[in-house]
């Protein structure tokens, strides 16, 4: 069954929202965490880039936290306009906005992290195959962005972001993520 990407976005999105504060969703995170950071594309990576997550999305704070403490760089990216991310150093005192879209996002008077530096992309999403297929918030932020990034790229998906194999249409621009990481 090949469902176009909106549809299955609007039902993961619903999903997501009923499992949001469950007991289920951070036992999950932890074991998903666990995995993380026995890997080597983890313990190898010096810069890592994640998102300040909120509402459902799986919770990236134990994850900086954990790189901070092994002594790691953490970046988090911005939205541009033409639909673009780039990425800023995340520090104690960084300062962090509010984007339109209600996403949290450093001010741009951060410190600038060039794509060639960053070595690990934990990428976010609604929704991922065992291909590494993803279906994300729909802006194709991801996919610009990972069109000419030679790092490693991973993610983590909990059974409810978790398929299988895609139920929905791929497009052209999609980019797949190397590794996903399921409980
Ligand atoms: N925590 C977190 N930060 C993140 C992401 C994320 O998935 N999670 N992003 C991951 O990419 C980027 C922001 N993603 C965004 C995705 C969509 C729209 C947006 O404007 N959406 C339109 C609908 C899209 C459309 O159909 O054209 C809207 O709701 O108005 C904005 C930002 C960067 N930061
Ligand atoms: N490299 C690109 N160049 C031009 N358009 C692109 C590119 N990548 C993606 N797009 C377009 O952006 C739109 C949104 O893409 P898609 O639905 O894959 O978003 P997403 O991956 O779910 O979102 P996000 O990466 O922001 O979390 C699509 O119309 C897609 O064709």
């Not at 002594?71 to 520090?91: G, H, S, V, Y």
Request: a positive charge.
């Amino acid at each position: 069954m090949q469902l176009k990407k909106e549809t299955v976005r609007k039902k993961q999105l619903e999903k997501l929202t009923q499992s949001k504060s469950t007991w289920s969703k951070q036992l999950n995170e932890l074991c998903l965490y666990q995995k993380l950071f026995a890997l080597a594309s983890w313990k190898n990576a010096k810069m890592v880039a994640v998102t300040l997550s909120s509402g459902s999305e799986i919770d990236t704070k134990p994850l900086i936290l954990q790189a901070w403490l092994q002594n790691k760089d953490i970046c988090i990216p911005r939205i541009f306009p033409q639909r673009q991310i780039r990425f800023f150093k995340l520090e104690k005192q960084s300062k962090i906005e509010k984007s339109s879209f209600g996403v949290l996002q450093p001010a741009k008077t951060e410190k600038e992290v060039s794509k060639e530096k960053i070595e690990l992309v934990i990428v976010p999403g609604l929704a991922f195959t065992q291909k590494g297929e993803r279906i994300g918030f729909g802006g194709g932020y991801y996919d610009r962005f990972l069109a000419n990034y030679h790092g490693d790229t991973l993610a983590l998906a909990d059974p409810v972001r978790f398929f299988p194999a895609a139920i929905w249409q791929a497009e052209e621009t999609d980019q797949n993520i190397q590794q996903i990481l399921t409980i």
